[in-house]
Nanobody, 124 residues
Framework: QVHVAESGGGLVQPGGSLRLSCAAS????????VGWFRQAPGKEREGVAF????????DYVDSVKGRFAIARDFAGNTIYLQMDSLQPEDTAIYYC?????????????????WGRGTQVTVSA
């Protein structure tokens, strides 16, 4: 059974950094994709970064390019989202999600397994 869980959220000042972690387990091969999504109050959930576990291909939405980085810890099935130069508009609940197969997608409906989310607040 696939299980996904996030950790690492918190409060940070504008311009600061945070690293989120996602523990993904239950996949029988590395043919799966992990995505980070976020949802701010009153807004729809949006995808921000995606990683193909079999080939290491990554994708980012324009609003986080150059500031966020998604990477995998090859010692285990942990996927990180390093967030730098954080701004108040990055405040949201951040979710890790995964889907079987290859091919990156930004569409949340394509992801089958979701964590419970972790709060990120950027404020002075």
């Amino acid at each position: 059974q696939v299980h996904v869980a996030e950790s690492g959220g918190g409060l940070v000042q504008p311009g600061g950094s945070l690293r989120l972690s996602c523990a993904a387990s239950g996949f029988h091969s590395d043919r799966y994709v992990v995505g980070w999504f976020r949802q701010a109050p009153g807004k729809e959930r949006e995808g921000v970064a995606f990683l193909g576990m079999s080939d290491g291909q990554a994708d980012y939405v324009d609003s986080v390019k150059g500031r966020f980085a998604i990477a995998r810890d090859f010692a285990g099935n942990t996927i990180y989202l390093q967030m730098d130069s954080l701004q108040p508009e990055d405040t949201a609940i951040y979710y890790c999600a995964s889907r079987s197969g290859i091919g990156l997608t930004r569409t949340s409906l394509h992801y089958n397994y979701w964590g419970r989310g972790t709060q990120v607040t950027v404020s002075a």
